[in-house]
Structures are given as C-alpha cells and as structure tokens.
C-alpha cells in the first residue's frame, strides 16, 4: 500500500484533499469535509438530546474502552518496528540543561492544562451531575493519572513510530519535520502509514483511535454548553440540543468546511485556547481566591466530602502557582500574536478570526449572564452551610 | 534502549502508572468519607 499523498502527502492533504486556499472566508464547500462533518454534528446532537445518562455516559463507556484498546495495539504494533528503540531513546533521554530554561517548566504547564482541559467548564460540568455527598478529589486524583498514563503511552507510540519514520529516512529523530498538530496527525503519520508493514490496518486503528477521541472530547465541550442552557433556561436536554447544538453545528459547518476551514480552525482555536481559555482560568482563580476571598471555604468543603484532604498547599497552587503561570503564558503570547502575528497571515483575517473570536465570547459571556434565569439559583441551600465548614476547620 | 532511558522509562512507569494504581486502591478503599458535616442528613444520595 502506498499513501494516497505518494512522495508528497503534505501537498496531497492541503491542496488536493483540503483544497484549502488563501486566508479569507470561502463559501466554497469541500464535500471530504463538509460530509463527515456533517455525519459527526448528527451523531453528537443526537447523544446530547439523549440526555447525560443514556448520551454522553454511554457513549462514553463505549468509545473510551475502545480508544484504549486501539491505541495498545497500534503501541506494540509500533515497538516492533525497525528503529523504535531509537524513537524510545530520544523520548526517555533527559536533556538536564533544558530544566534550567523557564520556557520548558512554562510549555510543561501548558501542555498539562490543556491536556487536563482545565478551565473549559467540562470537570465542573460533569461533577454537578454526581451526588451533593461524592468524593472529589480521590476520583480527581484518578483521572489525572490516567490522563498522564495514556499519555506515557500515546508517546511510546508516536515515538516508535518516529524512530521507524528516522530509521526509513536514514535521518535522526531531531531532523524530521512536520511534528506537530495537524501537520503530524494528517500529514507525517499517512506518510509513515504508507510506508510500514500491514499499513492498512495500522491506519485504520490509528485514524480510528483519532475519531473516538475526537468525538468524546466534542461530545464533552458541548455538555459544557447544552447543560448552562438548561440550567439558565429551565430546558430539556432534547431542547438544548435542537435549539443550541444545531445553532452551533451550523456555525462550525459555514466556518470549517470550505476552502479556508483549516486556516479559520486553526486561527479560532489559536486565540480561543491560548486568549480565552487561560483568560477564563486567570479571572476565575483571581476572583474566587482574591476578590472573593473563598479558598478555605473550597478547601474545606472539598476535604469535607472527599477522602484525599486538601489544604494551604492546594490553595496555593491554585490561589497562586496558576494564576502567575497563566499570566505569564498569556501575556507571552498576547505579545507574540501582536507583533509577530500568526502563520503570516494577513492583518485583517487574523482581526476577524482572531480577535474576533475573543469579541464573540466576551459578548457571548456578557449577553448571556445578563439574561434572566428561569428558576432563580439562589433558591437554594448550601451543603456543607459555611458555618459548619467554619466548625470543621476549628 | 540506552541505560538512561530504561533509568527514566521506569521512573515515568513507576511514577505515573504507579500513581494510577495506587489512587485507583486508594479510591475502592475509601470510596467515601466516614461521617459528613452537619445538614447531611437532608440530602439524599441521589441529589
């Protein structure tokens, strides 16, 4: 089997397969895109109307057991490939210098925040539907390991394959190109699919293992969504999904599936992530531990119900630790995407997509809290009461 | 592999996977707190 791309699978996917074209807004659809586009807001409005129970629990227990098991076979597929351990060695060899560099504790930070989606609204969106008594933290303490053991093993995968793709190439590890985001899933993995023993299959389970994890992560951004219009409004799941879900399916399918769909994806999610996202994560640890003054009160409602205590070291990592490195990540890129830009692309298009971006959802954020609730939520009565989070402390 | 990157292979395994085993027993051991705050008794399991 050879790669659909041949000998250059990064032009076949942009400018055949994409058909992506200059920066702008095209109204031109790519029926590659726009088709599975399409299928996926189908199928995912279709488990969120289902509700959390039947939807995005179930969905869930189907597909992540799966992603799991894909992805160990595409691992030790991977380890036996000529050149993985030299891919193994360039993933576990520490460069010790590289600890005295800021810049990689900073990435290090970033990329653990973004792999454990904080501040998107999904942890706390999913505990609200547990019971008031729940354990927090032990769970917690759970999925973050699990979230880093995937990791460790996603990254013996890709490395193994690395080595496999360097081994081919005659090349070192540090000389391959096209490692990254898209340009590594789309473009170098075909390219060294195309090339391996039993490709086919290989393929399959990892674009297969890359649809399963896209999904469960879509599915639970958007439970983020479906369920603040309930609560806000007083409606069904059914309804958030008809009337929200297909708003934004509609969005997503104009702005992402024609000729300029990769370049506005990658420039909304550019400034979403990186501006929105660590906004949202600043203001929210300044306002619940400085402005608001309610550390101790989370502290001890937290170590209240849950068996792994937490105290002033959780208060400073959250109160102090986050709010300092975000800002510092946030600032850095503020001042990188104002004068550097980004991905040369014109002023104009990254005003519109960019900061555009940035306007919509302070807007969208604005408009929406100002809205009248449908049942007051401050009808309502605390457990564990203030006071008696106070006596705990005692 | 090199000495250094089964050394650090096995401080990642020990540490991470470790980790997920242990609050994995941690959490089937202690799947809940022995005696709730005051007030517990109004709210139910399922609220």
């Known amino acids: ?394 | 592999m090199t000495g250094i990157a089964i050394t650090f292979f096995i401080v990642a395994a020990v540490l991470v996977w470790g980790g997920l085993i242990a609050s994995i027993v941690f959490l089937a051991r202690q799947p809940q707190v022995k005696t709730y705050p005051d007030g517990s008794e109004l709210v139910s399991d399922d609220d």
């Not at chain 1, 354990?135 to 390991?145: E, G, K, S």
């Open chain 1, 1 to 394: 089997m050879t790669c659909a791309g041949g000998d250059d699978p990064g032009g076949f996917f942009v400018t055949e397969f994409l058909q992506t074209s200059d920066p702008g807004f095209s109204s031109q659809f790519v029926p590659a895109v726009l088709i599975p586009l399409v299928l996926v807001w189908v199928a995912v409005l279709a488990v969120l109307g289902s509700g959390i129970a039947k939807g995005v629990q179930r969905a869930n227990i189907i597909f992540l057991p799966l992603l799991v098991v894909a992805f160990l076979i595409l691992v030790v597929r991977a380890l036996f490939l000529d050149g993985a351990m030299t891919g193994l060695n360039a993933f576990f060899t520490p460069d010790f210098s590289a600890l005295g560099d800021p810049n990689v504790w900073i990435a290090a930070y970033s990329q653990i925040f973004f792999s454990l989606s904080i501040a998107f609204g999904i942890m706390i969106t999913y505990s609200s539907y547990r019971s008031r008594k729940a354990n927090v933290t032990a769970p917690a303490l759970v999925v973050a390991f699990a979230n880093s053991s995937f990791e460790i093993i996603a990254g013996i995968g890709v490395f193994a394959t690395l080595g496999y793709f360097a081994f081919q190439q005659g090349v070192a590890i540090d000389e391959l190109e096209g490692l990254t985001g898209v340009g590594l899933s789309f473009i170098t993995f075909p390219a060294i699919v195309s090339q391996m023993p039993g490709g086919p299959i290989f393929g399959a389970l990892f674009f297969g293992s890359l649809v399963m994890a896209g999904f469960t992560s879509l599915l639970s951004v958007l439970q983020v969504v479906s369920s603040a219009f309930q609560d806000k409004f007083g409606i069904t799941a059914r309804q958030a999904s008809i009337r929200v879900g297909s708003a934004l399916a509609i969005v997503s399918i104009l702005l992402f599936s024609t000729t300029t769909g990769l370049i506005t994806l990658d420039t909304v999610d550019q400034w979403a992530n990186n501006i929105g996202i660590v906004g949202a994560a600043i203001a929210a640890t300044i306002l619940v531990i400085w402005v608001f003054r309610r550390g101790p009160e989370l502290a001890a409602h937290l170590s209240a119900v849950s068996t792994f205590k937490v105290g002033r070291l959780w208060q400073l990592l959250v109160g102090v630790l986050a709010p300092v490195v975000l800002l510092y990540m946030l600032t850095q890129r503020i001042i990188a995407l104002v004068t550097e830009g980004y991905e040369g692309y014109p002023l104009w298009y990254l005003a519109v997509a960019g900061w555009g971006t940035i306007a919509v959802i302070l807007i969208g954020a604005i408009s929406m809290t100002a809205l009248r609730w449908k049942h007051d939520p401050d009808d309502f009565t605390p457990w564990p009461s203030a006071d008696s989070l106070k006596e705990l402390k005692k």
